[in-house]
């Protein structure tokens, strides 16, 4: 049996995000190394953080990291030796994790890393929108001679775009005379993914190049490269992708369907929120696909596992 495990990015931190895993013991160095990094147990601190907060580019990358990172530490168990794993912007640096080619509390100091990079290469306001309905070459017209760009392509003519305040608030307003789309604004401040954070991309490559890094996944993993969908082979070309992402295009259809084509059974998101695991849903309805938000405790994911696998084995 071969399980798509999706590692989500940020925007959909809540405050209970850590309630099915904040009291694992399996999961307690991981939440004490985030502390240091956050200043507060972020257990606690989800709980009574406000929106801005929450979505505050530090604060959320580390915390999505985390999520993904203590799901992975209670359920590790129970996965299947055959996995595939695939991120989702800064959800590709939990991934990194899950695959063994880097220890968890590596993943999350490189998250921080990540999002202090990103932060000092902006330059004025930026933002992010998400537009579904429209095609690419309609999507190409309005990002034309404008301070953005796509920064996610997922799956059903849906587009993640990103860019300057004044060039997305644009955008906005174009995509939605033409009326057959979904617009939605996006609650990350940062224009992740697209040319205009270059200097982060150089600035990472010199966090990833102190780090030690496996020469391979661990046995039985596929380890997706969310610019390309395909999998890390060599640890150099590896570590050169995961810097490359931050200003380039995060093919994540073509994820999805990598998962698929390595004989994926079931898709599971290791949270916040469901969005992966809602487009996987979408994208391919004969696989089911689950969220760890989706869960009321810890025992209900590893019960769903448990019978994934009893199923395969029939």
Request: glycine share 6%; with cysteine; charged share 20%.
């Amino acid at each position: 049996m071969t399980l798509a495990i999706l590692c989500s990015g940020q925007g959909r931190q809540h405050a209970g995000m850590f309630a099915l895993t904040g009291s694992s013991q399996a999961a307690e160095g991981l939440f004490s190394h985030a502390a240091t990094l956050l200043r507060e147990d972020p257990r606690t601190w989800v709980t009574s953080a406000g929106e801005k907060a929450l979505h505050a580019n530090r604060s959320a990358q580390l915390l999505c990291t985390l999520q993904a990172l203590s799901a992975a530490a209670v359920l590790d168990d129970v996965f299947p030796r055959e996995r595939c794993i695939a991120g989702y912007s800064v959800g590709e640096v939990a991934a990194w994790s899950l695959a063994g080619l880097i220890k968890p509390k590596d993943a999350l100091d490189l998250a921080a890393a990540r999002a202090d990079a990103m932060d000092a290469a902006r330059h004025g306001e930026q933002a992010m929108l998400f537009v579904r309905g429209l095609s690419r070459a309609i999507v190409d017209r309005l990002l034309d001679h404008r301070d953005a760009a796509v920064a996610i392509v997922n799956p059903g003519e849906a587009y993640v775009l990103a860019g300057s305040v004044p060039a997305i608030q644009a955008i906005a307003a174009d995509a939605q005379r033409i009326g057959r789309s979904r617009v939605v604004p996006v609650a990350v401040e940062v224009a992740s993914h697209t040319p205009l954070l270059a200097e982060a991309t150089a600035m990472f490559r010199q966090s990833l190049s102190r780090l030690h890094v496996a020469p391979a996944p661990r046995p039985g993993t596929r380890l997706l490269s969310s610019i390309d969908g395909t999998p890390a082979l060599t640890t150099l070309q590896s570590i050169d992708k995961l810097a490359m992402q931050i200003s380039q295009t995060v093919q994540w259809a073509t994820c999805l369907e990598a998962c698929v084509e390595a004989g994926a059974v079931a898709f599971l998101e290791l949270g916040p929120g469901r969005a992966l695991a809602e487009m996987a849903a979408s994208a391919y309805p004969a696989i089911p696909a689950r969220s760890i938000d989706d869960f009321k405790s810890i025992d209900g994911a590893r019960v769903w596992l448990t019978r994934l696998a009893q199923l395969e084995r029939r």
